[in-house]
């Protein structure tokens, strides 16, 4: 494999890379530190290279031009703050379309934004297999000319809380899940296949589930066209569950190739091509209506009927996330999605803040009737005593600024 070892470095990080005193030529500090054995380098792979399992590699910001291979090491490489998204904006490994981004089967890779990527037969972004977790990573950009644009996880690689947008492959642009992979998590739009699997293709045992799976297209083309999924296609025993999968720009929302598949709880709604291909039936639990996305079509409003609508027997992993951080559970049960709706307390209008139109909202619904139907009045009623009056608009006021 040939790597590319030129690293840019962002202007401001610039500034403080350069080393100057009395006598002192400029020197070029090296970003990419080995926290555990207290070395520094200057570019990802030679951190890699020198590393044992057990090592930690955090990567300043800047924009590193490489093709990373973590040569099967159990390693955590990462940004400076993984759930920062201006840090994950800011740290970019571009794999300068020569081929796949980053390669590793064992190990963490989280907090990057993973981008200009190639493969003409693996993932162009993010080819994981073995024990791999890839998480908090912005994969973008990444073109594969077969199959697995933004990443493919075999084995049990577990893919979670990553934004897997704007990736084109031939088949399965966003994840190729295979073997007993798990997928959470993710916020997974507007990738495109030339022929089918826009958003994700689900085989073997993988595990597809609370993903938001939007404007993804699959153009159909080949022989598979017919049957293409632009949302998830999914055969042999995958398990598909808690999913939004909406808004297909092209072919069928979801695909049900073999009767060993499990969905159920998803929410497949807006497909351009239809929502469903089975021959295997649907879901018993899924709902295929609006699921009331927040203008960045991530996120649930509150009056979405995703909330708490979810797999009811799902045990998420211990300090399980949504993709905001928030707890995977909220309000008892989980959402559908890779978003948990937070409900804010006295945030009577819904728009995720508690200010004057909240208690205004209130007011205006003064002996409004609860619990009959309407449900802005049973919004009002904040305080959640059946009627809205005057304490409803003191629940508010003391809770002014709180939220958001
Ligand atoms: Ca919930
Ligand atoms: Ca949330
Ligand atoms: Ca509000
Ligand atoms: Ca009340």
Redesign the pocket.
């Known amino acids: 494999m040939t790597r590319t070892v030129q690293v840019t470095v962002s202007f401001i990080g610039l500034a403080g890379l350069l080393v100057c005193g009395p006598g002192a030529s400029a020197v070029l500090a090296q970003p990419v530190h080995n926290l555990t054995q207290g070395t520094d380098h200057l570019t990802i792979q030679a951190a890699i290279d020198s590393a044992v399992a057990g090592d930690e590699i955090e990567v300043d910001p800047g924009t590193y031009v490489e093709n990373i291979d973590f040569l099967d090491k159990d390693i955590n490489v990462h940004s400076t703050d993984p759930l920062d998204p201006t840090i994950v904006a800011g740290t970019i490994i571009d794999g300068g379309g020569g081929d796949t981004v980053v390669v590793l089967s064992a190990g963490t890779l989280s907090g990057f934004t993973i981008t200009e990527g190639f493969s003409a037969q693996r993932a162009a972004g993010v080819y994981a297999t073995g024990t791999a977790v890839v998480s908090h990573n912005v994969i973008t950009g990444n073109d594969g000319a077969w199959e697995g644009a933004g990443v493919t996880a075999k084995n049990t690689v577990v893919v979670s809380n990553n934004w897997i947008t704007n990736n084109v492959a031939w088949i399965a642009s966003g994840v190729h899940a295979r073997d007993d992979s798990l997928v959470k998590n993710n916020y997974i739009a507007s990738n495109i296949a030339i022929a089918g699997a826009g958003g994700v293709r689900a085989r073997e045992h993988s595990t597809i589930r609370n993903n938001t799976i939007v404007f993804n297209r699959a153009l159909g083309l080949g022989p598979i066209g017919p049957f293409s999924g632009g949302g998830i296609y999914s055969q042999d025993s995958a398990v598909l569950l808690s999913n939004i999968v909406a808004f297909s720009g092209a072919r069928w929302g979801m695909v049900i190739a073999s009767e060993n598949v499990t969905a159920d709880y998803n929410c497949v709604f807006g497909n351009a091509g239809g929502d469903y291909l089975s021959d295997f039936g649907i879901g018993r639990h899924d709902l295929n209506v609006d699921p009331l996305l927040e203008e960045d079509n991530l996120h649930l409003t509150a009056a979405s009927p995703c909330i708490d609508a979810g797999d009811p027997d799902l045990e998420p992993s211990a300090k399980e996330t949504d993709i905001d951080g928030e707890d995977r559970i909220l309000d008892g049960q989980v959402d559908i999605g890779c978003d948990e709706f937070a409900f804010c307390e006295g ?3 819904g ?5 004057p ?2 208690s205004g909202f209130v007011l205006a619904r003064f002996g409004c009737p609860v619990g009959t139907g309407d449900p802005s009045c049973d919004a009002a009623d904040q305080n959640g005593d059946g009627v809205v009056d005057p304490l409803d608009v003191g629940f508010v006021l003391a809770r002014f600024g709180t939220c958001d």
Do not use: P, Y
């Open positions: 945030g009577a209008n728009d995720g803040n508690v200010d139109l909240d």
